[in-house]
């Protein structure tokens, strides 16, 4: 049997080899990886994502990671060099998905009688500039 597994790394490091070790497929989302920005934005901290990012790089498993793009928050040059040099040891190994700002994720809070106040300018154009992942052989696709 196929298993996948999606994840934001965020779990004990213990139960997270476990899973690595028994799934087929590993999509592993990073929101960002600076960790004072990481709490800012996410309120925790992201040292035991990054913590198991590494376990998963270590494991020689083939993975997707996956960064879900939001303007003016992650979508910056330092951000997106910090990436490629963290991924650049799974080069061979991992593919990098990039998932636009989802405009439409607003909606959903009207339905359930809450306001949209993000934080950030959610009508602002994301920015994605791929030079860093090619330049460490990384493959990437936008979504």
């Known amino acids: 049997m196929h298993t996948a597994v999606e994840t ?3 779990s004990e490091t213990a139960a997270f080899k476990k899973v ?5 497929l590993i999509l592993f989302d990073i929101k960002h990886m ?4 990481h709490e800012y934005w996410t309120g925790t901290d992201n040292s035991l994502i990054l913590k198991n ?18 303007p003016g928050v992650n979508d910056t040059e330092e951000n997106f060099a ?6 650049e040891r799974a080069r061979d190994r991992c593919r990098l998905e990039i998932l636009p700002y989802n ?11 809450r ?7 959610a009508d602002r ?13 990384i493959k990437w696709k936008v979504l």
């Open 53 to 70: 990012l590494d376990c998963l790089i270590c494991s020689g498993k083939t993975f997707t990671a996956r960064m879900p793009l939001i």
């Open 125 to 137: 154009a994301v920015h994605f500039r791929g030079d860093e992942f090619d330049k460490r052989g």
């Open 20 to 24: 690595v070790e028994t799934a087929d």
């Open 8 to 10: 934001s790394g965020f």
């Open 34 to 37: 600076d960790p004072r920005l």
């Open 82 to 87: 910090l990436m490629a040099r963290c991924l």
């Open 103 to 113: 405009r439409l994720a607003g909606a959903k809070y009207e339905s359930v009688s």
């Open 115 to 121: 306001k949209y106040e993000p934080g950030f300018d």
